[in-house]
């Protein structure tokens, strides 16, 4: 049965923004560790959720690597989300959206295959060995945040084609209906806040740059720090 835990606002000592990714990965890993949510790999998706996802392996003891998805622009607004494609090749569709913004089916087969290669690009830049064995395993998905969860669910669909055994996906901060709709996919999420009104996830940081690809490696393959 999939389960969702949310905490609905931030515990008293914190505030309702995160400084930086780095601190919003620290509360995160707080939190994960304070519910007895563990596992046995942390999978932060690029880039932006390398600096979250190092604070959160760090606060479980756990190793870091990579799960990477490509969002799948709608025509003429490449930030509103109609899919995701997976380093595997896998394509997940919003098929409501698409429906709803009258889309061609085209449009989405195409640019699928164009961010599916992006995706195994990145892969392939990101990792000096292949893709970490997750079969049977619990392994949990990082990300700075999520606006419409696409890219999440693409990371999830991925894992649970590779034989993962449970998964678990934590977040800084979403939205309640992409927290209830990665509920329908993963196995649990922990989400720090969940703001009815949304707009986009920097809103919930005081500090929000661009992750560059080499600083997103050096979290991945040495730790670093945002500043």
Known sequence: MTLHRVASGMSQRSPDRFEDRTDAGR???????????DGDLVLAVPRGGL???????DALGLPLDIVV???????????????????DGSVWVDEETVEALGVDPA?????????AEAARE???????????????????VVDDGAATGS?????????RA????????????APPETVEALGRV????????????????????RRFDQVSDEEAIAYLREGGSEG
């Open 69 to 87: 998805a490509s969002k799948i622009g709608a025509p003429g607004n490449p930030e509103l989300a109609v899919g995701a494609a997976a380093s």
């Open 186 to 205: 993963a196995d649990e999420v922990v989400c720090l806040l969940a703001p009815r009104s949304f707009g986009a996830v920097g809103r919930f940081y």
């Open 27 to 37: 509360r995160l890993g707080e939190a994960l560790v304070e519910r007895g949510v």
């Open 151 to 159: 890219t999440a669910i693409a990371a999830v669909r991925l894992l």
């Open 122 to 140: 990145k892969a392939e830049r990101y990792r000096t060995d292949g893709p970490p064995d997750v079969s049977g395993r619990t392994v949990l």
């Open 51 to 57: 600096p979250v996802g190092r604070a959160v392996a």
């Open 107 to 115: 449009y989405v087969s195409r640019e699928g295959e164009r961010e």
């Open 162 to 173: 590779q034989g993962a055994g449970r998964v678990v996906v934590a977040l800084p901060v």
